[in-house]
């Protein structure tokens, strides 16, 4: 059998630590999900998520990774014109695979790792050919770069394009505003800065996506945003069985959020965090992989600097932490330090002071 005492502290970018408040949740009675109180608790939960989000667009939830909706948006939202994938790291790159698996037409706009895309190279992207939509990674965990969308968002605007957001690490960590920067599909999962267990993915969708996806044929089954709102409206129902534990620990998660901590009071603790650890990594003399300029408020890559990356890990296993190595290619060339969900500033303080135990 396997204890507490078993389980190491995660400071990785996800899945990451889940409150034993949030777990609680996870054990209340399983209820029916084409019942009255599925129903309630479904739209108790959208109509937070709204909150938090800053938007009155519809809410999408699906049981799946955020993978799936990021899946969903191609299907939906993506029709004659093709789509603009603006590449730059190794999720903004998954996105891409998806559509290209879809069979969609798809441009790609490099961006150098660490980078993010300027408004003047998007503009003169958008300037040679029209698209339906365009992909961004709002924040890439693999790289730690935060693409300002803020900057962006006018531009794919008057170029006539949706556009499309993967928050899978920014959700409730990084600022954003889904009406005022006209988002047509923001779509994120639960494991990183939600701070809850993985198994449900959430999108906000606009009328203008959900017009463009009765244009679109063949867009599946299970991630149909059409089908999906049908049964949103039917008193919170979804077409398939959903994951009903978690709408509990989320629903509690919502409250505390908007209620207790206060969504921009939230953003504010992630930024102290992210400019804690970034003056940590130059007091170390190490460096940053990203741009400072772009540099990400959840998760922190830093440049290896002739440190041994598995050793690290190692060690730090045995002091009781679960340490993120870079990932994919950069796996023993860099390393992220996660400051994301319910992290306190302490924490990570302790956490940083155990890593420089190791390494000095």
Known sequence: MIGEEDFLDLFIPGPVNVSK????KLALPMIAHRSDTMGNLHQDVA???QK????????IMSTSSSTGLM?????NCVHKKGVLNVLNGAFAERWYAITQMNGKEADTLNVDWGKAVTPHELTEKLDEKEYDAVCITQNETSTGVTTPIKDLFKIIKDHGCLL?????SSAGGVETRVDDWEIDVYLFGLQKCMALPPGLAVASVSDEALKMAKTVPNRGWYFDFLYLKKYHDRNGMQPAT?????YYALQYQLHKIVDEEGIENRWSRHTEMGNYT????????MTLFADEAVASNTVTCVNS???????LKSDLMTRGYLFATGYGKFKEKNFRIAHMGDRTLDELKTYLKTIDELIS
């Not at 408040?21 to 609680?24: G, L, N, P």
């Not at 899946?71 to 299907?75: D, H, P, S, V």
């Not at 959903?242 to 978690?246: A, D, H, Q, R």
């Not at 600097?305 to 050793?311: E, K, L, R, T």
């Open 242 to 246: 959903p994951v009903t534990p978690i």
């Open 21 to 24: 408040e949030c777990r609680e």
């Open 278 to 285: 970034r003056k940590w990594v130059k007091n170390k003399g």
């Open 164 to 168: 499309l957001v993967d928050a899978v």
């Open 71 to 75: 899946e969903a948006a191609i299907r």
């Open 47 to 49: 109509s937070y998520l």
């Open 52 to 59: 938090m989000l800053f938007t009155d667009n519809q809410i």
């Open 305 to 311: 600097s002739g440190i041994n990356v598995p050793q």
